[in-house]
């Protein structure tokens, strides 16, 4: 308990409000030991239960204390695919973080032992070293050829670890991508100040050394639908890893308004297509500088952040109930005030208001407080009569939500939805209502986490492997 938590380098609030440069700048090697040595290595490991796949968080730390950080990556490895990619983004301090006794012992869960620091410190360390060689090395399918073929459709986390898993297992695998880049969420989304394209790009090249086939630009349920990738193309089993890809919208007046956007639409310009390169990109982009982001979530607070980043004077985040029900990622809640953005809790948009040639020039909102819990188990919030004020926007950004990608279920007869548009799957296999078709991550939970899509993507990779060999 004498030794003090490891904080992270990171670049300075006021530099990086305007560069896209990762914000956090890693551990060095002494730093990444001296936080692994915090770990009290406990008998009951109460943090491997708060890790959706159970990484064997104590062996690795302690392998990290002792300056063996190939060890350490090794046992992370043989549960969770993508470190460099968890370790940046995890929401830590609800999982693993948030069930450790030295967290527990100094009644604060930042000072937890940081298990996703030192974790992608060991992910970075193994690629800066090898520059990917080692993977290369040991990469090709370490199983017979099977002469199965297994198509994934999508290419976020969830379709990564299965395509990866398959390849392994020796089957002849494609990947389906509508974008024309591999990555899902994590390239289109996510930023490059947060998580950096570079780490995605490794992990799609890795997917090729292993003999995964990759096509872009490829809307199945359009380009072709999933029945025929079957029926005409012979592939034997197929994966679904479509994700939450479409926006909620408010349902409120004015949503219509030159300079109203979804988060979705905001970040896709800038990340996937680059428009934050002005000089080299062709991307049309809208310049607001006074932005209201809507919501509290983790793509709230890169909307808001991304907005500072392209010129933005002023970012207005706008939540309904207070900081301490937001389910965005600790860190970047404090990132984005610390980057400036104003924080306003307890208010939400009633209206969004206008000039007469249809641009926003306003968002009225309301004030709430919060009432009892709601079926989320957080308090509800309630407006309160009469507390209607105008804030000076010329842009609004809406991130309250993502629902589930819905082309395929309306293009793939028999595939049964739940009623919010999600895949339903047998909960041990993957598999759903149509043999030999199986689905995970987003479309399956809907919008949730990168680790839990990549477990998903695990767990059908094994229902199609032994789909496969019974076939
Ligand atoms: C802005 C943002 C920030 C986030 N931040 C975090 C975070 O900090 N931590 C965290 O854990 N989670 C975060 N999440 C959530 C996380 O990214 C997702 O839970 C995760 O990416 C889901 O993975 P997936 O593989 O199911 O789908 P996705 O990553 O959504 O990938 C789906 C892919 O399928 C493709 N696709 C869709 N339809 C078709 C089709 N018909 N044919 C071919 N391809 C298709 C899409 O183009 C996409 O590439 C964030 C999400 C967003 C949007």
Redesign the pocket.
């Known amino acids: 308990m004498a030794i003090p938590p490891q904080e992270m380098p990171q670049q300075d609030p006021k530099v990086r409000a305007h560069n896209m440069n990762e914000v956090a700048l890693g551990y060095t090697a002494e730093m990444a030991k001296t936080e692994a040595s915090r770990c009290l290595n406990c008998p009951t490991k109460p943090c491997m239960q708060g890790c959706p796949v159970a990484i064997n968080i104590p062996g690795f730390l302690q392998k990290a204390a002792e300056g063996d950080f190939a060890g350490a990556l090794k046992i992370i490895k043989e549960t969770s695919l993508l470190p460099a990619v968890c370790g940046r983004?995890?929401?830590q301090e609800k999982q693993c973080q948030k069930f450790c006794t030295m967290g527990k012992m100094l009644k604060d869960v930042d000072k937890a032992v940081a298990i996703g620091r030192v974790e992608r410190f060991c992910a970075d360390l193994d690629r800066e070293n090898s520059a990917g060689k080692a993977d290369k090395a040991s990469a090709g399918p370490s199983a017979p050829r099977t002469g199965k073929k297994v198509a994934i459709?999508?290419?976020?986390?969830?379709?990564i670890t299965c395509a990866a898993d398959c390849a392994k297992a020796g089957h002849d695998v494609t990947i389906?991508?509508?974008?024309h880049k591999c990555g899902?969420?994590?390239v289109y989304?996510?930023p490059e100040f947060r998580l950096p394209k570079a780490i995605v790009r490794q992990e799609i090249d890795g997917l090729k050394d292993l003999g995964v086939k990759i096509e872009t630009n490829?809307?199945?349920?359009r380009t072709r639908k999933l029945k025929d990738l079957v029926a005409k193309d012979g592939f034997d089993a197929v994966f679904v890893?479509?994700?939450?890809?479409l926006p909620k919208f408010m349902g409120i007046e004015g949503e219509n308004l030159n300079g109203v956007f979804s988060?979705?639409e905001y970040?896709t310009r800038a990340n996937l297509m680059k428009a934050y390169l002005e000089d080299q990109a062709a991307t049309p982009f809208w310049h607001g500088k006074k932005v209201a982001v809507l919501g509290g979530g983790?793509?709230a607070m890169?909307a808001s952040r991304m907005a500072l980043r392209l010129g933005a004077e002023k970012v207005y985040l706008v939540y309904r109930r207070s900081e301490a029900e937001m389910p965005a990622?600790r860190e970047e809640v404090l990132h984005a005030k610390e980057e400036g953005v104003e924080f306003h809790m307890l208010e939400n948009a009633k209206r969004v208001l206008g000039d007469d040639k249809g641009f926003v020039n306003g968002l009225e909102c309301l004030k709430y407080e919060l009432g009892e819990p709601d079926a989320s188990g957080r308090r509800s919030p309630v407006a309160i009569a009469g507390s209607e004020f105008v804030l000076d926007v010329d842009t609004v950004i809406v991130a309250v939500g993502?629902a589930s990608?819905p082309?395929?279920p309306a293009t793939t007869e028999g595939l049964e939805v739940n009623k919010r548009g999600n895949i339903v799957v047998d909960p041990e296999t993957n598999m759903t209502s149509i043999p030999g078709v199986f689905a995970g991550?987003?479309?399956v939970l809907g919008?949730?986490?990168?680790?839990l899509?990549m477990g998903e993507g695990r767990k059908a990779a094994a229902g199609i492997n032994a789909y496969l060999s019974k076939k």
């Open positions: 983004v995890c929401p459709i999508g290419s976020g986390p969830a379709s389906f991508e509508a974008f899902g969420v994590l989304g996510i490829y809307v199945v349920g890893g479509t994700g939450a890809g988060a979705n970040l983790n793509v890169d990622r993502n990608n082309l395929i991550g987003d479309i919008a949730a986490t990168v680790i899509a």
